[in-house]
């Protein structure tokens, strides 16, 4: 399984939209490749801001580090989301443990040409050290966290694997 090191944006991010999704994730099965909503979030994000570059952080990679060290990600939903906060301050978090004092995260959403800008605060960041706990028990569990309601699984990827009957 993963440990702390191994914990990405992308689980914190599945963390706070759908556990089961993560405990999938974790596994290996990754549907996202086959879904219209994915490839268009990828195509608004090849698309917007194409000037700068992504930042690899091994189990994290962000969209953008600017001069100012402000954590940029490109949104492809027209509204913020918690998942999408969680997700900028794990960002963050990791920068720090390799010594960039990020000074927090700005989320982009191409779609509403809004921007949110979120600063990196101590609360921030220990809201981001339990996540990483939180992502760590969910996929450590022997069997997946229980379905959300059909409604909240509308555009997700993983649609097929939990409601195939």
């Given at each position: 399984?993963?440990?702390?090191?191994?914990?990405?944006?992308?689980?914190?991010?599945?963390?706070?939209?759908?556990?089961?999704?993560?405990?999938?994730?974790?596994?290996?099965?990754?549907?996202?490749?086959?879904?219209?909503?994915?490839?268009?979030?990828?195509?608004?994000?090849?698309?917007?801001?194409?000037?700068?570059?992504?930042?690899?952080?091994?189990?994290?990679?962000?969209?953008?580090?600017?001069?100012?060290?402000?954590?940029?990600?490109?949104?492809?939903?027209?509204?913020?989301?918690?998942?999408?906060?969680?997700?900028?301050?794990?960002?963050?978090?990791?920068?720090?443990?390799?010594?960039?004092?990020?000074?927090?995260?700005?989320?982009h959403y191409p779609k509403t040409r809004r921007t949110k800008r979120l600063?990196?605060?101590?609360?921030?960041?220990?809201?981001?050290?339990?996540?990483?706990t939180e992502v760590l028990d969910v996929v450590s569990a022997d069997v997946?966290?229980?379905?959300?309601?059909?409604?909240?699984?509308?555009?997700?990827?993983?649609?097929?694997?939990?409601?195939?009957?």
């Amino acid at each position: 399984m993963i440990g702390a090191e191994d914990v990405g944006g992308v689980h914190v991010k599945y963390l706070y939209h759908c556990r089961r999704q993560l405990w999938l994730y974790a596994r290996g099965v990754r549907p996202e490749s086959l879904s219209a909503t994915v490839q268009m979030g990828e195509a608004v994000h090849e698309t917007s801001y194409t000037r700068s570059s992504s930042v690899d952080l091994g189990a994290a990679k962000l969209d953008h580090l600017d001069g100012a060290a402000w954590v940029h990600e490109v949104k492809s939903s027209s509204k913020s989301s918690r998942a999408d906060e969680a997700q900028a301050m794990h960002y963050c978090y990791r920068l720090h443990a390799v010594g960039v004092a990020a000074r927090g995260g700005i989320l982009h959403y191409p779609k509403t040409r809004r921007t949110k800008r979120l600063p990196y605060t101590a609360q921030a960041a220990e809201r981001a050290e339990a996540d990483i706990t939180e992502v760590l028990d969910v996929v450590s569990a022997d069997v997946s966290p229980p379905l959300l309601t059909r409604s909240a699984c509308r555009g997700c990827s993983y649609t097929d694997y939990c409601w195939n009957e």
